[in-house]
């Protein structure tokens, strides 16, 4: 064998994960639906002017299923497993503090929402990687729901002040 061949057979093996078409095939659609569902709930916080928009929103979402989906191919246990997820809740509970902003006084603090967005996010990557993908998209539109209609019956006035001016 020369080197060649011993390169290409390394190669293979390197990429053998997704051998099969049917494991190409979840794992292309689980990574393309915690993309689009991140990015969904990022759209929204980039409608309302926030810092942390589609992309981050999309990446935590993702990272957040590329976690799980790698243990989960490994034949990871439930202890294993829930580590991880753990993991991932405190990591990006990180991530979410460095979006909060706290002004002079107790009631000037903006990006809360923003934080706890990208932490459902997370959850719903975790979700997304676990094969969950309907408990993922219901979750994604109950996320919407909070984001986006309930400032609305809360405060009808939220939606139209300008994006510094309107408490988070």
């Not at 590329?66 to 991932?88: K, N, T």
């Not at 719903?124 to 094969?131: Q, R």
């Not at 994604?140 to 019956?153: A, Q, S």
Request: proline content about 2%.
């Amino acid at each position: 064998m020369d080197v060649y061949e011993r390169i290409l057979t390394t190669l293979v093996q390197e990429f053998s994960d997704l051998a099969q078409v049917e494991h190409i095939t979840r794992a292309t659609l689980r990574l393309v639906l915690a993309m689009f569902l991140g990015g969904l709930l990022g759209y929204e916080r980039e409608l309302m002017g926030k810092a942390a928009g589609m992309r981050t929103h999309m990446l935590v979402c993702l990272g957040a299923a590329i976690f799980v989906m790698a243990l989960e191919q490994d034949g990871a246990e439930a202890d294993a497993m829930s580590r991880v997820i753990q993991g991932i809740a405190a990591g990006v509970g990180f991530l979410g503090a460095g979006t909060i902003l706290k002004g002079q006084n107790i009631s000037d603090v903006k990006g809360l929402t923003t934080a706890a967005g990208l932490w459902a996010s997370a959850a719903i990557g975790v979700a997304v990687g676990l094969g969950r993908e309907a408990t993922a998209v219901l979750s994604t539109v109950i996320v919407l729901v909070v984001l986006h209609l309930m400032p609305l019956m809360v405060d009808p006035g939220t939606r139209t002040k300008p994006d510094d001016q309107a408490g988070e």
